[in-house]
């Protein structure tokens, strides 16, 4: 069973939209779902997650030559878990990731 959002969507689609742009969906949809705890949670998860993974892409990125190759690679790992958590949202699943998971889950449900 899903609920309604305040955007008027079910919660299994927002979820999956706050991995879809990164961290900055996350911050967007923690901002705007105060009440939902599952999309807030998937939010969180996102802005913990890529947050640190964009910022670890653009510092690699500044090494020339080998860094920018290390890059392009941290990128298309970036897109593949962006594509593996877009899936869990949208099924309705509550996928914690071992550290960052864990984290994201206390900050929301406790």
């Known amino acids: 069973m899903t609920y309604k959002t305040k955007i008027g969507l079910d919660e299994n689609i927002v979820a999956a939209l706050s991995y879809a742009g990164f961290w900055i969906t996350g911050i967007i ?8 705890k599952f999309v807030r949670f ?3 998860q996102s802005l913990l997650i890529f947050l640190p993974l964009s910022l670890l892409i653009f510092l690699v990125g500044w090494v020339p030559v080998v860094g920018w190759i290390i890059a392009d690679f941290l990128g298309f790992g970036a897109l593949f878990l ?15 990731v071992p550290v960052v998971g864990t984290y994201a889950y ?3 449900y406790q």
């Open 82 to 96: 962006i594509l593996i958590f877009v899936i869990i949202a949208y099924r309705g699943a509550l996928l914690k």
């Open 42 to 44: 998937h939010a969180m």
């Open 29 to 36: 949809f923690l901002l705007i779902e105060p009440d939902n």
């Open 106 to 108: 206390k900050l929301i």
